[in-house]
């Protein structure tokens, strides 16, 4: 049998209370001391076991720590992961609504090009016409033979109207006493364009020795009516030199003319204004009548003011047959005098150059 160490026992061996001591007999001495042998090895086996279960109870305590710090960084890793996926799709949006702008642009650029090549086609097309014209404009049939009909066509005209001028020659009446020509007549226009009048002097000028006197204008119960008549006959020839002039230069009269003799008329296309039915209400728009006004190239059985008009309008075309060939008019008075400055300056060697 083993013994106690001695050691052990005085270090094991604690104050006991004097009342709980309890006497052992000897004999029963070696059981006694067996037993506590017993108990002391079960419990430093037990220590031991406690040492070892702490040491393992540490370690395992401390792989779950690293366990749980591993778990954190692990949901951690998902949450940045997780962000990471959201980022990359929003790139993804961002790539794709980016892809859908490229994909347009391309389209704009690419139906841009397409314009681009046609007008470059079409600006081919036109610089070789260009260029066609130039060479058929330096060539024979080009501005020179354009220019040499248009003087053979001005020759032509002056030709034309010169033998309307040998018809009704316009002449200055030189003699005392004559009338000066339809002085009356005021110098303000319809269209606003007035003109101050300008004096003659080279004397009255008559057409085909008939002349334009303010005299039959001043209707009265002595008028001599062979005065208006001849008045009358003298406007009835403006009007036709007025007419052929402008058929010769090609030239549509504003106020055409209606040829009678000395019963000619012209018309004033300057729309009247009329108002409509009576079931409307008093605010309605005119209506309006673009139907031609006639008025009276003499003063026979006619208004005074009509035919003073009429002939207003007379030289309101001549005024728009000399400005179609760059000469200023004399005037809203004087019908002859313009009538004379255009045929003076259509029969002048210079209008076949110009």
């Known amino acids: 049998m083993e013994q106690p160490d001695p050691t052990l026992l005085s270090t094991e061996l604690k104050p006991v209370d004097s009342e709980n001591l309890k006497v052992i007999e000897w004999e029963d001495f070696e059981q006694e001391l067996a037993r506590l042998w017993s108990l002391s090895s079960a419990h430093k086996e037990a220590t031991d076991k406690k040492l070892s279960l702490q040491q393992k109870l540490e370690s395992l305590i401390q792989v779950k720590e690293e366990s749980l710090s591993r778990l954190n960084e692990l949901d951690e890793m998902r949450q940045r992961l997780e962000a990471r996926k959201v980022a990359m799709g929003n790139m993804l949006m961002r790539s794709k609504v980016a892809a859908e ?14 314009s681009l090549l046609v007008a470059g086609t079409a600006l081919s097309v036109a610089g070789k016409r260009l260029r066609e014209a130039n060479r058929l404009l330096a060539g024979e049939r080009g501005y020179v033979h354009l220019k040499n009909l248009q003087r053979m066509l001005r020759m032509r005209q002056r030709y034309m109207i010169s033998q309307v001028s040998f018809l009704y020659p316009v002449k200055a009446l030189t003699g005392p006493g004559h009338e000066q020509e339809l002085e009356s007549f005021p110098s303000s226009s319809r269209s606003g364009n007035s003109v101050e009048s300008k004096p003659l002097n080279q004397g009255t000028l008559s057409i085909s020795g008939l002349q334009l006197s303010m005299l039959p204008f001043k209707k009265s119960f002595f008028t001599d009516k062979k005065e208006v008549q001849r008045s009358a006959t003298a406007m009835g020839y403006v009007a036709h030199v ?113």
């Open 242 to 354: 007025v007419s052929l002039i402008a058929s010769y230069l090609e030239m549509p009269l504003r106020y055409p003319l209606h040829l009678g003799g000395s019963r000619s008329y012209i018309s004033d296309y300057a729309p009247s204004t009329e108002p409509t039915s009576s079931d409307l209400p008093s605010n309605t728009l005119l209506s309006i009548n673009l139907k031609p006004i006639e008025f009276p190239l003499f003063l026979e059985g006619q208004d005074t003011t009509r035919a003073a008009y009429a002939v207003f309008l007379l030289n309101k075309d001549l005024e728009q047959l000399l400005n179609f060939i760059g000469v200023k008019s004399l005037g809203p008075r004087h019908v002859l005098a313009n009538l004379k400055e255009l045929l003076r300056t259509i029969l002048s060697p210079e209008y076949i150059d110009t």
């Open 101 to 114: 702008d490229v994909k347009k642009q391309e389209e704009r650029l690419s139906t841009e090009v397409r």
